[in-house]
Structures are given as C-alpha cells and as structure tokens.
Antibody, heavy 119, light 108 residues
Framework: EVQLVESGGGLVQPGGSLRVSCAAS????????MSWVRQAPGKGLEWVAN????????YYVDSVKGRFTISRDNAKKSLFLQMNSLRAEDTAVYYC????????????WGRGTLVTVSS | SYELTQPPSVSVSPGQTARITCSGD??????AYWYQQKSGQAPVLVIF???HRPSGIPERFSGSNSGTMATLTISGAHVEDEADYYC???????????FGGGTKLTVL
C-alpha cells in the first residue's frame, strides 16, 4: 500500500525558515517524480514544486522561487521542502504527492502538515 | 502563468447529473485529471488522463476532454458526492503542474 506521511510543520515567524519532510513507503520511491502541493485555510489547491526521480530537475511555482528548495533522499525514501524567508501567505497545509501527471498510476497524497507563519 | 478555470459552484438534487467544467488553453494537448476533496480530508483522484477511473471510484464518475474544455460528469449524484472538485493538468512544457480554482458541488 502506498503511504506518504508528512512531518515538520509548525508555527514560524515571518522571515523564518522551516523544513518539512515526507516519508514514502509501499512503492519504489526512486522511480517516481514527487511534488509538494499546498492549501491555504479555506482556499484551493496550489502546486508548489516537483522533482525528478534522480533530483536532476526541479520546478517551482513563481511565488516560491528563490525561497523554497525541494530535495529528495532516495536511499531514505524521503522528500523534503526547505522553506526560507517565510511570509504570512505561505500559511497552508503542505501535502506530499506522487503526481498523477507524471505516471498513470500516480495521484497519491499524504494527509498533510500545517505550516503557520505568524508573529 | 498557465491557468485552469472552473465555476465556483454547482448545485444539483440527488439523482440528477452534475457537470463540472474546466477550461485551459493547453487542454487540447495535455491530459486533464480530477480530484475530489471532502472537508478536512486529503484530495482523492477520481479521473485520470481525461476519462479513466482509478479502481474503487464509482462508475457514476466520468470525464471527457474536448478542445479547451474538460468536463467531470457525475451521473445520478449521491449526497455523499458533495465535495470540492479540482481539475489538474500541466503547462505546455509538461513540467509545471496546475490546479483549477475548485468547484464546490452541493447535492441537496
């Protein structure tokens, strides 16, 4: 069974940093693109970033470029999102996902971890 | 940046057919996907590659993609289908993912 479990969310001050993680199991993690998607309170889904199987390609939504970095550790079956220079508008539930657009058996999501940026 | 446009809300009575649309300039060349999200839960994929249902998704859910518009159809909507629905695709490069703004489906 495919499982994605996020961790590392919490309260951080504006301008601060936070690293969220995702532990994957139940599939060959190194074989798939992975993504981070976020959802601000009461708002819709927003794709944040994705990363190729070997980490050689990474893409970001414009609003986080230069502030967020996606990475992965295939040996540990883990996905990461390093978030710097955080703003109030980054407050959201952050979901780890195996994106459906990159494999027809994808579309798996974790339960998410809440990141709150507030003073 | 690339955008997918959905109506904010759709309302039907139980047993009626609900149709939710999604428009985007790249849809003639890119697949559309649909996610269902119930309150407080993670999204669930209900349609992939325009028209295919993952295992476990009821047959009343179907999808189509024609021109610049994709459509999610729920034939004979159930009360439990009440949720937010998001279309999803990629931009012309195929590397940037994008979600529509979401449609709140009310079944009552």
């Amino acid at each position: 069974e495919v499982q994605l479990v996020e961790s590392g969310g919490g309260l951080v001050q504006p301008g601060g940093s936070l690293r969220v993680s995702c532990a994957a199991s139940g599939f060959s993690f190194r074989s798939y693109w992975m993504s981070w998607v976020r959802q601000a309170p009461g708002k819709g889904l927003e794709w944040v970033a994705n990363i190729k199987q070997d980490g050689s390609e990474k893409y970001y939504v414009d609003s986080v470029k230069g502030r967020f970095t996606i990475s992965r550790d295939n040996a540990k079956k883990s996905l990461f999102l390093q978030m710097n220079s955080l703003r109030a508008e980054d407050t959201a539930v952050y979901y780890c996902a195996r994106p459906s657009a990159f494999d027809r058996e994808g579309g798996y999501w974790g339960r998410g971890t809440l990141v709150t940026v507030s003073s | 940046s690339y955008e997918l446009t959905q109506p904010p809300s759709v309302s039907v009575s139980p047993g009626q057919t609900a149709r939710i649309t999604c428009s985007g300039d790249e849809l003639p060349k890119k697949y559309a996907y649909w996610y269902q999200q119930k309150s407080g839960q993670a999204p669930v994929l209900v349609i992939f590659e325009d028209r295919h249902r993952p295992s476990g998704i009821p047959e009343r859910f179907s999808g189509s993609n024609s021109g610049t518009m994709a459509t999610l159809t729920i034939s004979g909507a159930h009360v439990e289908d009440e949720a937010d629905y998001y279309c999803y695709s990629t931009d012309s490069s195929g590397n940037l993912e994008v979600f529509g703004g979401g449609t709140k489906l009310t079944v009552l």
